[in-house]
């Protein structure tokens, strides 16, 4: 059976750049949370491999726009870094921005659109070290940086978003303990996860302001990029079940859509957050309004796997912290087995006819989606990785992606991560998830995948079987 997408479906790639860019110490770029990490814990990283080398975009840039435009790719997603364009004073780095207006040439030489993302994961460490997003003033500090580089590049970059999966700080620094400072508080999470609100809201603000000043072009939209996830439950769920669905989608999901297509926190979250377990998240008079110009343009949806949970064995855990849900393991799931994922593609389907329920005026894209692999290299054979599961499971996305927009989601296009192998916080490089290979073992020299010729073919003629 042959797919068809939209004839102006778009293809592309997600990356950012702290995983990619590497040359961290060089032309006044600041030391990052990430450079802080790899300094004070190296051990803690895949093979002691810290967030110094990204995968040399910095020096192939040009390399790789070509790359990608070879794959017949209309546009790419990178993310402009604080520590690269501002310096330690709120000031525009001369040379950071030179390299900047360098890689956006380069992509509009190339008729490749670039999708700037203005935050992934990589505060600048002595804003950290002042307390990161639990400190309000780093909204302003935030908004700032923002509002310099739309100054700088707005009449070259058409595409902004303000974050990047602005749901994984406040979690994993602050709820799980996976990341540094490894603290488990969901009072810190919640906090941090308002105050990144905030940031969005007026950063989204000042676009408007630069826009209708004409600072900015006048084609140009502002979005926002999120993981996102429908949350399932066991079959003949009970209220408590029922309840963890509820508060998993409103925390996860709901939270950012809220903001971005009506201009408000869902009001049932924040009753339970403030009222039910009596947590301040630190709002002020006058946050009403900020949020109100929080909505945007279109959406960039990422996904990787669904969440399935089910009731939690107690209220609240030893520390205090409320049991929001705990998971619920699907007796038919279907894992990635080299990475420990799940693979459900109809979660995207899903999520698009959430998208299209809840927010009907709100445009998306999928943004990120992808299959890492550990140990890939088992896989090369007669020169090639021979990457056929990767094929496998881009076309059943892509499948339930079809689906959806023949059943009315408002679907605009696909960006695969990262496309070219990049490095990936603790992980580093032990999970590939490219059509392109990096070579460490020959000074990061990029080599093609079977699946880059397959998605080449899907990305010229927008069909595929």
Not at 35 to 49: A, R
Not at 208 to 222: P, S, V
Not at 306 to 317: G, K, L
Not at 331 to 350: A, F, L, S, T
């Amino acid at each position: 059976m042959t797919y068809k997408l939209p004839k102006d479906f778009f293809f592309g790639a997600a990356m950012s750049g702290p995983q990619t860019e590497g040359a961290y110490n060089i032309e006044g770029r600041l030391r990052s949370y990430w450079d802080m990490t790899s300094d004070l814990e190296i051990n803690k990283f895949f093979n002691n491999v810290g967030s110094y080398v990204g995968n040399d975009m910095y020096h192939r840039y040009e390399e790789d726009i070509k790359l990608l435009k070879s794959l017949n790719f209309k546009s790419f997603r990178t993310s402009m870094q604080w520590t690269r364009l501002i310096d330690r004073d709120g000031k525009l780095n001369p040379a950071g921005a030179a390299w900047y207006h360098k890689l956006i040439d380069c992509a509009n030489e190339n008729k490749i659109d670039i999708f700037m993302n203005m935050y992934h994961f990589d505060m600048p460490e002595y804003l950290y070290q002042k307390g990161g997003w639990a400190n309000r003033e780093i909204v302003e500090a935030y908004a700032n940086f923002v509002k310099i580089a739309m100054e700088e590049f707005g009449h070259k970059v058409k595409y902004w978003f303000t974050f990047n999966e602005p749901i994984v700080e406040p979690e994993q620094q602050y709820l799980h303990g996976n990341w540094y400072p490894y603290v488990k508080d969901f009072s810190t999470s919640i906090k941090v996860q308002y105050n990144i609100t905030l940031a969005h809201s007026l950063a989204v603000h000042n676009f408007r302001k630069l826009k209708a000043a004409d600072k900015i072009d006048q084609d140009a939209k502002i979005g926002m990029i999120n993981c996102f996830a429908p949350p399932y439950t066991r079959p003949d769920p009970t209220p408590e079940d029922l309840e963890a669905v509820r508060m998993t989608d409103g925390l996860h999901n709901r939270w950012w859509l809220d903001v971005v297509a009506h201009g408000h926190l869902p009001e049932d979250v924040i009753d339970t957050v403030e009222n039910k377990w009596k947590i301040d998240i630190g709002r002020r008079p006058g946050d009403d309004a900020i949020l109100a110009e929080g909505v945007v343009d279109w959406l960039g949806f990422n996904y990787y796997q669904p969440t399935r949970v089910q009731a939690p064995d107690c209220d609240f855990d030893e520390s205090g912290n409320p049991m929001i849900a705990k998971p619920y393991i699907w007796p038919e799931r279907k894992m990635n087995v080299h990475r420990g994922w799940e693979i459900y593609p109809q979660g995207i389907y899903d999520f698009g006819m959430k998208i299209k329920k809840e927010c009907p005026d709100l445009p998306f894209f999928i943004s990120e989606n992808g299959m890492g692999v550990e140990g890939e290299e088992k896989y090369y054979q007669d020169g090639v990785i021979q990457d056929d599961y990767r094929i496998d499971f881009v076309r059943d996305h892509l499948i339930w992606i079809a689906k959806s927009i023949e059943d009315g989601a408002n679907c605009l296009g696909y960006h695969y991560w990262g496309v070219i192998d990049n490095w990936s916080w603790y992980n580093a490089f032990k999970n590939r998830y490219g059509f392109v290979r990096v070579c460490l073992d020959k000074g990061y020299q990029r080599e093609e995948k079977k699946s880059a010729q397959w998605i080449r073919e899907i990305a010229l003629n927008n069909e595929f079987e």
